[in-house]
């Protein structure tokens, strides 16, 4: 392994010489510089960051913990994580929480182990008492797409009430009055807090609450949304719209529709949430709630950058609140456009609308 000595004596200047232009290149005169950078060049140095960390007493890593790694929604959000740390030299331990409280633990006491820097996480509960003592620890934490208990904690988050309200009042102004929610799991305040904001819609416009029925999924994923479209088949009287807690559902759900003969927006309207790119390219064109994504990483960054060089004594910390907008597409026209009642397949005896056996529901 090439040494710093080995690129001081091809260089033919001193340790000191290469040890300054790789951290305090204004000290070193061109010529050097360029000496020392053939030399690292030619004989392919890489210098040992474990040695700088010993001597600097920072690890210059920060660590980040997601829900599901699997959802493209957290890909723009590591996307504006990655590059903000980057510019600022800084690397990233990615971690997967998969929605698991235990696992999101063993992650963050992994990551203090490591002595990270700071600690980014998009928590199951923001109000969990480890999270709260990793703080008092002194390990500078961000919340990220959660909304911080307090004025204790840098958070940024997006209005999810005012997204699930976007959302209901789009359907309801067409005429829906008939509602579906397809939830994820209750413990994640995001699809808790969507669902108020269709509920608050709903009283806005004068549909009584009853109105709407809420299918609840164990998981934020497309598997969950095709299950929960084959339990929508069954409820009476029929849903005209369905707005669902992310795109994945969504998708899932317009999948089941799909294949049993149900026209969206024809016979039922579709919106989803996030806006992932996968969206606006399905079959049909999907209606959904946009969030922030790349800002939003980019902006829990930012904060967390700026915890670290304040230290915990200066700092302010921030509870930064985005918000969502409505991306309008095919999978929400009017109510039963362009469709008379006997073209649809829901008037039809063997409609799947029709089937005897109805899956059990929570409202």
């Avoid at 040992?48 to 001597?55: D, E, F, Y």
Wanted: net charge negative.
């Amino acid at each position: 392994m090439v040494s710093m000595k080995d690129v001081a004596r091809s260089a033919g200047v001193s340790v000191s010489t290469v040890s300054n232009v790789l951290n305090r290149p204004d000290y070193v005169s061109a010529a050097n510089r360029i000496k020392v950078l053939d030399a690292i060049t030619r004989l392919g140095y890489v210098r040992n960051n474990a040695a700088r960390q010993l001597r600097d007493g920072r690890t210059r890593t920060v660590g980040l913990v997601v829900l599901n790694i699997a959802n493209p929604f957290f890909i723009d959000v590591i996307r504006g994580v990655e590059e903000t740390l980057h510019r600022a030299g800084l690397s990233v331990i990615l971690c997967n929480s998969d929605g698991q409280p235990l696992r999101e633990e063993s992650n963050v006491e992994m990551l203090e182990e490591q002595q990270v820097e700071g600690v980014l996480i998009s928590p199951v509960d923001p109000g969990s008492a480890w999270l709260a003592k990793l703080g008092d620890r002194g390990v500078p934490i961000v919340l990220l797409d959660s909304r911080a208990d307090g004025s204790g904690q840098c958070s940024v988050s997006v209005d999810d009430v005012l997204g699930g309200r976007l959302a209901a009042s789009h359907l309801l102004e067409q005429g829906h009055e008939r509602l579906v929610y397809v939830s994820g799991p209750p413990l994640l305040h995001q699809v808790t807090e969507r669902r108020e904001g269709v509920l608050a819609a709903m009283t806005e416009a004068g549909v009584p609450a009853d109105r709407l029925t809420v299918i609840e999924c164990s998981e934020l994923s497309f598997g969950a949304g095709c299950d929960a479209g084959e339990r929508l088949l069954g409820i009476r009287p029929r849903p005209t719209a369905v707005i669902c807690a992310n795109d994945l559902l969504a998708l899932g759900v317009l999948q089941v529709m799909f294949a049993n003969g149900v026209s969206v927006p024809g016979d039922v309207a579709l919106v989803g949430y996030d806006d992932i790119d996968f969206a606006a390219g399905s079959a049909v064109p999907l209606t959904s709630v946009r969030q922030p994504r790349y800002e939003l990483g980019q902006t829990a960054a930012t904060l967390l950058l700026h915890e670290v060089d304040d230290g915990p004594d200066e700092h302010e910390h921030q509870q930064i609140v985005m918000s969502p907008e409505l991306v309008v597409r095919a999978s929400s026209s009017p109510a039963h456009a362009g469709w008379s009642r006997s073209q649809s397949p829901w008037s039809r005896s063997q409609s799947p609308w029709s089937r005897s056996q109805s899956p059990s529901v929570r409202r």
